[in-house]
């Protein structure tokens, strides 16, 4: 299982890997280990959050990720 909390300018979701029929142990490995402020592509399915999530601006709803790849990798140690 993996949580990433994905930024589009200003509005924030949570998205979420778990190991399924749909996703490998690899590739929650690798989303896990993918820095912050990386750009990614992801494609997920949108679901109704169980309870309100108050650390990301989109407090309603979560993203199951089906398929994620690494478009840009940050700097390991951002200069800020």
């Known amino acids: 299982m993996c949580f990433m909390m994905l930024r589009d300018q200003y ?6 890997l778990f190991v399924d029929d749909n996703t490998s142990k690899g590739m929650v490995t690798y989303a896990s280990k993918i820095p912050k402020e990386s750009i990614v592509d ?39």
């Open 42 to 80: 992801v494609k997920a399915k949108v679901t109704k959050a169980g309870q309100e999530i108050v650390s990301c601006t989109q407090s309603k709803v979560e993203l199951t990720v089906l398929e994620i790849w690494t478009v840009n990798k940050s700097a390991p140690m951002l200069p800020f």
């Open 11 to 16: 509005a924030t979701v949570q998205a979420g």
